[in-house]
């Protein structure tokens, strides 16, 4: 499995968070709280963490195709939370350790 990581400092870090989840649990399996989540998306599991500021995303996915598709669909959903904020997309990081549990 490949692995990236994407980070989005904001103040509603977790207000996002919990979007994201909400959103995602009317179509895969999701499983949250204020401060952490995980998403069951159709490339891989999505870890995502809210503190300081800071919403951080950890992708898997099989291959890089996969991989790139998980970004878009984080991207996607949160830019239509953060519409405020002028989202385009986390700074995403290749190559990162996977999300541990």
Known sequence: MLNDQGRFETPNA???????????????DVQFDTRQGTIALGTGPAALHAA???????ISAPDAAELNHARQIIDTHLARFAFREDFEGMAWQSGAAPATA
């Open 14 to 28: 977790e207000k996002y968070l919990q979007q994201l989840c909400k959103h995602f649990s009317h179509k895969v």
């Open 52 to 58: 300081d500021g800071v919403l951080a995303a950890e």
